[in-house]
């Protein structure tokens, strides 16, 4: 993997070739003809040979210096971190306001409607972030194995099962959190639940590291060196500040999209890397806590890990790029956001395919003649139990995989039990709900003899 290029100094150049570097701002902007925003390791390679790279790089950094805005964020050296918003980035921006708009209709639903997310959603996408969430931190689990653990509350049998563990209780507290203004104690939470019960030396859960000893490595060279850990306690406490702020731009007040600020906040943690391990687990967990408490509802239902864990060289340049570039944090939010567009459609993509589920399932349970006898969540487990004659349901399983309380997952079970479909069976303490052999026959019989009571 090739070292990040260091930038050429903007002054150096411009007193070497001052004309150079005037008639290269006739021809370049803040971003290239595609619209990217590069940094000079990519941009080097992407100049024709006939072009003066320097001048160009310095054309394009004058251009970019009228619209980047500091924020009341700096890096260890004292100097303000900084953004612009390009075009691709502000539509991107918009695509996410209006995924996130009080009526988003796709194809026919509104899931600004709370019942119709129940409906065509079922399960919140939080055991898929909390999975590739801890495979991007080298987790070496399958998703299979990782979901059935979280749907049935198996105990972790390896480290790498309870990473995974882990982040899906982080993800439901950043969930439950999000109401909460950002103190040092909420950052901790998330630390020690992203941590609890590791085995990993010099790790505490909930507790900041004490020495310099952690490095940010890149094929055996430090990459980065955090702030000295007794800088932490007043650098995390200007993080928190930070994000409790208004950027709203009224009054006065700097504006910064609640997406952009979600990112930047995701971005200092894992610059500052309070943490001996698990730095990147709560950067993510801060990102769906801003989003959540700033309203961007769907974002319980997207996942970034996944594409973050697709592209991981990338996701560290981001990084880089910032820390490298005059702490010009467009780098990692532009790549952020590409992240964030992917996700997006892949959600809508979700949507789409569970609306077409979920109306063949209404028309097959009114087929059947209890369509309304049943809800969403009963037809689909109906349906499940008629393929898998054998295979148990427990409350906790129900619960855990439509995301509702144990009493209304206890409550869909008996429902199935009435129509003969399950059969409860006691394992230990536990009530286990077995689909029946002849299910299809009993309901068959079950159905008609009820019109016959009509």
């Known amino acids: 993997m090739a070292r990040i290029a260091q930038p050429p100094d903007k002054a150096a150049v411009f007193s070497r070739k001052p004309e150079a570097v005037l008639a290269a701002m006739d021809q370049y902007g803040t971003v290239d003809a595609k619209g990217l925003y590069l940094h000079w390791h990519d941009l080097r390679r992407r100049l024709p040979a006939s072009v003066d790279k320097e001048a160009s790089w310095v054309a394009i950094k004058m251009a970019r210096q009228s619209l980047l805005k500091p924020v009341s964020l700096s890096a260890a050296d004292g100097r303000p971190f900084q953004f612009c918003t390009p075009d691709a980035m502000a539509g991107t921006l918009h695509a996410i306001d209006r995924l996130c708009a009080p009526s988003l209709r796709e194809g026919g639903f509104d899931l600004s409607s709370h019942g119709q997310r129940e409906q065509y959603l079922v399960e919140t996408l939080m055991m898929e972030e909390a999975i590739s969430s801890a495979q991007l931190e080298g987790a070496a689990t399958t998703r299979q194995v990782a979901r059935d653990m979280l749907i049935r509350e198996r105990s972790p049998r390896t480290e790498d099962e309870r990473m995974v563990f882990n982040n899906y209780l982080l993800m439901k507290e950043a969930k439950r959190a999000r109401d909460e203004p950002l103190d040092l104690a909420l950052m901790f939470r998330f630390h020690e639940l992203a941590t609890h019960g590791t085995v990993q030396a010099g790790v505490v859960p909930g507790e900041p590291r004490q020495n310099d000893d952690v490095v940010v490595d890149r094929d055996g060279d430090v990459a980065h060196q955090p702030p000295p850990a007794y800088q932490l306690p007043a650098r995390l406490k200007a993080v928190c500040r930070f994000a409790n702020e208004q950027h709203d731009g009224r009054e006065g007040r700097a504006f910064i999209h609640p997406a952009v600020k979600a990112i930047i906040l995701h971005f200092m943690v894992g610059y500052e890397h309070p943490f001996v391990d698990g730095n990147g687990r709560t950067a993510r967990a801060l990102f769906y806590w801003y989003m959540l ?162």
Do not use: C
């Open 293 to 454: 408490k700033t309203g961007y509802w769907p974002f319980e239902y997207i996942s970034i890990s996944a594409l973050l864990k697709d592209a991981p060289i990338q996701y560290g340049e981001a990084y880089l790029f910032t820390e490298t570039d005059d702490n010009d944090l467009t780098y990692f939010v532009v790549y952020q956001l590409r992240v964030i567009q992917r996700a997006m459609d892949a959600f809508l993509e979700y949507v789409r395919t569970r609306r077409r589920e979920y109306l063949e399932l209404m028309d097959w349970l009114a087929d059947m003649g209890i369509g309304r006898r049943l809800n969403h969540r009963q037809g689909m487990l109906l349906r499940q139990a008629l393929k898998n004659p054998g295979v148990g349901y427990t409350a906790k399983e129900v619960k855990n995989l439509f995301d509702v309380s144990e009493n209304t997952a206890r409550a869909d079970l008996r429902v199935l039990e009435e129509l003969e479909v399950l059969v409860p069976h006691k394992v230990g303490k536990t009530v286990e709900f077995l689909a029946r052999a002849d299910a299809a026959e009993r309901l068959k019989r079950g159905l008609k003899a009820s019109r016959r009571r009509r």
